[in-house]
């Protein structure tokens, strides 16, 4: 994609049950603690579907402890990050929660400072987790191979029938390939 975008989308929009916050969250608490409340509510939540937290600060404590409840939350379908401090960590522990998470089908990290090595931890969880069924990653430094390695992911046929419920079976896990294999 020539504008940046890396977004591909397989399944319509929903209106889930969402929480957005604004820099505010930040002003509120300087250290952290309203974020860190929100982690906490993540591990148990059964509600919640969709979780903007867009234009605050994101420590790096708190973006592992993000990830952390990905691993364990099941409402949450939808994530949006963009215009916060994540960084080339935190997309990795992401990527990492995303290796197990069965819920989360969109994933927003726009204009973050997760680099191409965030990204392509990111890409290289979709081989493993067909539920993401959209990425939006804005970031003009990212390779072109890479972004295109990433639309690739995201329609491939069997992810498209596993998210709208035409495949009986999870597709096999894959090994990711370096660009080029």
Same mark, same amino acid.
């Given at each position: 994609?020539?504008?940046?975008?890396?977004?591909?989308?397989?399944?319509?929009?929903?209106?889930?049950?969402?929480?957005?916050?604004?820099?505010?969250?930040?002003?509120?608490?300087?250290? *952290?603690?309203? #974020? $860190?409340?929100?982690?906490?509510?993540?591990?148990?939540?059964?509600?919640?579907?969709? !979780?903007?937290?867009?234009?605050?600060?994101?420590?790096?404590?708190?973006?592992? *402890? /993000?990830?952390?409840?990905?691993?364990?939350?099941?409402?949450?379908?939808?994530?949006? !990050?963009?215009?916060?401090? /994540?960084?080339?960590?935190?997309?990795?522990?992401? =990527?990492?929660?995303? @290796?197990?998470?069965?819920?989360?089908?969109?994933?927003?990290?726009?204009?973050?400072?997760?680099?191409?090595?965030? =990204? $392509?931890? @990111?890409?290289?969880?979709?081989?493993?987790?067909?539920?993401?069924?959209?990425? @939006?990653?804005?970031?003009?430094? #990212?390779?072109?191979? /890479? $972004?295109?390695?990433?639309?690739?992911? @995201?329609?491939?046929?069997?992810?498209?029938?596993?998210?709208?419920?035409?495949?009986?079976?999870?597709? =096999?896990?894959?090994?990711?390939?370096?660009?080029?294999?």
């Amino acid at each position: 994609c020539v504008c940046g975008y890396v977004c591909v989308s397989v399944c319509p929009p929903s209106k889930p049950h969402s929480l957005q916050t604004s820099p505010s969250l930040s002003a509120l608490d300087k250290a *952290g603690d309203g #974020l $860190r409340a929100f982690v906490r509510m993540l591990h148990t939540n059964t509600t919640l579907t969709a !979780l903007s937290l867009y234009n605050i600060e994101v420590p790096k404590m708190s973006a592992r *402890g /993000l990830a952390d409840a990905l691993k364990v939350n099941t409402s949450l379908t939808s994530l949006t !990050l963009a215009d916060t401090s /994540l960084d080339a960590q935190g997309a990795v522990a992401l =990527a990492d929660a995303l @290796l197990v998470n069965a819920t989360l089908k969109k994933l927003n990290v726009s204009f973050c400072l997760i680099g191409e090595s965030g =990204a $392509r931890a @990111l890409a290289d969880a979709l081989h493993s987790n067909f539920t993401l069924t959209e990425l @939006l990653i804005y970031d003009r430094s #990212l390779s072109i191979g /890479l $972004r295109q390695d990433i639309e690739a992911l @995201l329609a491939d046929p069997r992810r498209v029938a596993w998210a709208a419920g035409e495949a009986d079976t999870k597709p =096999a896990r894959e090994i990711p390939l370096a660009h080029g294999e």
